[in-house]
Structures are given as C-alpha cells and as structure tokens.
C-alpha cells in the first residue's frame, strides 16, 4: 500500500523551512544534510511506495520560488531513478 503525502506549499517557502518541513514528512534521519544533494539521496534510499502529491495550486506557489522549484526538479530526478516513489499531479479541491 502506498503512503499519500500532500505537498503543502505553504511550508514550501524558504531553504530552511523546506528541509524541515521534508525531513518531517519524510521521516528523514537526524543526520539529513538539509540541502538539494541530501534531498535527492534521502528520496533515492525510500524502499516503501510513496505517493507524493503536487496540486496546480502548489506547483503555481512552487513555480514562483526559485529553491522550492530546484526541489521539485530534485523529486523527479529521484522518482526517475527509484520506483518506490510516484509522483501525481492533481488539481485543487478549491478550483
């Protein structure tokens, strides 16, 4: 069974926050390296499914921040390479 995460932009605003905010949901260990080469290690070693959910409404909040958009680049690159992860694009419930 796949685990859903929903991305939650508004957490997705600043490095600092966004490495929190991903540590949190992913469970990361403490030793999690809190940058972009960190993330994509962390995101290629996950060996249960993952579901992780991006809105129109977040991937538009996303767009608009430059490291938050590297981030999102980085959770392609890792889900190419790793079948447990599976990336979904949906839209908003409030659209």
């Known amino acids: 069974m796949k ?3 929903d991305i ?3 957490r997705m605003t600043s490095k600092k926050d966004i490495h929190a905010y991903l540590k949190e949901v ?3 260990p403490e030793y999690y390296g809190k940058n972009l080469d ?5 995101l290629c070693e ?3 499914d993952k579901e992780i959910v991006f809105t129109d409404k977040s991937l538009r ?3 608009d921040n430059e490291y938050a ?3 999102l ?4 690159k890792a889900a190419m390479n790793n079948p447990h992860l599976h990336i979904q694009f949906r839209r908003s419930q409030d659209d």
């Open 61 to 63: 909040s996303i767009c």
């Open 73 to 76: 680049m980085v959770f392609g």
């Open 3 to 5: 685990t859903r995460i």
């Open 46 to 48: 996950i060996d249960e």
């Open 8 to 10: 939650d932009d508004l």
């Open 38 to 42: 960190a993330l994509y290690d962390s």
């Open 69 to 71: 958009y590297r981030v």
């Open 26 to 28: 992913f469970n990361f």
